[in-house]
């Protein structure tokens, strides 16, 4: 990754207390060629310490609050993004932030289902419509399709791939409420690929890896720096092909 984000002055993070946008935020910030300014977002910074260490250690990364299932804290966080990234816009924004809800078909409640839509299918939605003037704002000053200019990347997961979960693959992980909210991210990610390309805002969906973090849990194959060393080369290489597509980490497509 060390030269993957070169041309990408401004990015946001949400979700950077812990996991894969913690990591994401070090790799970006201790990488050769660090972004400009790395906006990292956590719901309640004053409980994310090793966000506030590497803040304190690297200059380019501005911790601000976002809880991404609050209207307000969105707006409130569009408006101190504005104030740091000025006149250049957003060239990149990574949609982070997630939950599970654990649940199967006997156990789960209305309540689990729209509390996991909420963080992993809505929130992704509305954060992106509240940061859009930025991303336009980064898209007027490039040309071509990428993070040079202006992408939103959502972090998918295999378990919301509607195809891969049949046969001999449908056996492990009967997570209602997560699997069904990732599907619906799928289909978000492709509206917005269809509303925004005349924008010239890039927009793909992307699945990390099995991952060792508090979600992934102990057993997941992959640490975070693996994972995210791949995750953000695939990103740093993004183009006009890639627009509206489902990648793997290692760069290959997925079937919806
Ligand atoms: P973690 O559970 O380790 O971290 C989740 C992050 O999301 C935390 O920073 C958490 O903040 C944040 N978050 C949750 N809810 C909110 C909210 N309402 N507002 C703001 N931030 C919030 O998960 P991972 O790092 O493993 O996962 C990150 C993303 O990658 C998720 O979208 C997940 O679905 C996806 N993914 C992960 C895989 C894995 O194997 N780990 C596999 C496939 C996809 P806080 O500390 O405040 O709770």
């Known amino acids: 990754m060390s030269s993957a984000f ?30 400009g300014k790395i906006i990292a977002t956590a719901r309640d910074p004053s409980r994310a310490q090793e966000l506030q260490n590497l803040a304190g250690k690297y200059p380019n990364v501005h911790i601000i609050t976002l809880d991404v299932v609050s ?28 939950i599970n809800v654990i649940a199967d078909f006997e156990t789960v409640t209305a ?41 939103v990347h959502q ?22 409420p997560y699997r069904t909210s990732k599907a619906a991210l799928n289909m978000l990610s492709r509206c917005m690929a269809v509303d925004l390309q005349d924008e010239g805002i890039l927009c793909m969906a992307l699945h990390p890896g099995w991952v060792r973090t508090d979600m992934g849990g102990p057993q997941a194959p992959l640490s975070t720096e693996e994972s995210i060393s791949s995750v953000l080369s695939v990103i740093g290489g993004l183009t006009e092909k890639d627009h509206g597509g489902f990648l793997h980490y290692t760069g290959e497509p997925l079937p919806w």
């Open 6 to 35: 070169k041309n990408c002055r401004t990015v946001m993070v949400t979700g950077a207390s812990r996991g894969l946008g913690l990591q994401m935020v070090e790799s970006l910030a201790t990488g050769s060629f660090s972004p």
């Open 111 to 151: 309540e689990q289902m729209l509390e996991n839509f909420h963080t992993n299918s809505v929130a992704p939605l509305m954060v992106t419509k509240a940061l859009l003037p930025l991303l336009q704002r980064a898209a007027a000053r490039g040309t071509g399709m990428g993070i040079h200019r202006a992408a």
């Open 71 to 98: 209207q307000d804290s969105i707006e409130k966080a569009a408006k101190e993004v504005d104030a740091i990234v000025q006149g250049e816009g957003l060239n990149c924004l990574i949609n982070n932030a997630g």
């Open 155 to 176: 972090h998918h997961s295999l378990l919301g791939s509607i195809e891969l979960y049949w046969g001999d693959r449908a056996s492990t992980f009967k997570w209602y």
